[in-house]
């Protein structure tokens, strides 16, 4: 009851036997495997085609980093349970494994964004390296990008950004109207 065939609850834990009396398995765990599978067929089904380019390089390798984070949750799974039982008395304990905060998460993939590594094609054509001489390689941890993000600030001729100088900003605002964006830190 409650089922989806296609998105369906953590079975691993089912077949677990915990000491009885204190709680019992029920509830429905987080299935993080089941993303990892999904997502692997999702994402990297179009990638595997042609992977001589460097921008299905980058794709493929930062896929498997997000992956490595998702491993890392499924590590990271917290037991929570809840008490059934008559005017609040605990009789059965029902307990299931749940997913960290979705804060915690998002705060491992912003550092892992903050530290990406720049990388240019190697001459195989099926692989990359650091763009400096001077950095370390990725490892299978770390994001990585091949192009720079542009600069909206200043103004740019061969895009047409005409840059934020001189545009009005929103002194109390903290989105991207707020002075801190609009004027990008320039006060």
Not at 31 to 42: E, T
Not at 132 to 150: C, E, F, M, R, T
Not at 152 to 170: H, V, Y
Request: aromatic residues 8%; proline residues 5%.
């Amino acid at each position: 009851m409650g089922q989806l065939v296609e998105c369906s609850c953590d079975k691993f834990w089912d077949n677990i036997k915990f000491p009885q009396g204190e709680w019992e398995w029920g509830g429905c765990s987080d299935n993080v495997n089941f993303g990892l599978r999904h997502s692997r067929a999702f994402l990297d089904a179009k990638q595997r085609q042609r992977r001589s380019d460097l921008g299905t390089l980058v794709k493929l390798h930062n896929n498997n980093a997000g992956r490595l984070v998702s491993r890392a949750v499924r590590d990271a799974m917290r037991l929570e349970c809840k008490c059934h039982g008559l005017s609040g008395s605990c009789t059965v304990k029902t307990c299931w494994l749940k997913m960290p905060p979705f804060r915690e998460i998002s705060a491992r993939l912003r550092d892992r964004y903050d530290t990406a590594r720049k990388v240019a094609p190697r001459k195989d054509g099926n692989s990359f390296m650091p763009e400096s001489p001077h950095a370390k390689p990725a490892n299978k941890y770390q994001l990585v990008y091949a192009d720079d993000s542009p600069d909206f600030c200043t103004p740019n001729a061969k895009t047409g950004a005409l840059g934020t100088q001189d545009r009005e900003c929103n002194a109390t605002s903290m989105g991207q109207d707020g002075c801190e964006q609009l004027c990008c830190r320039r006060g």
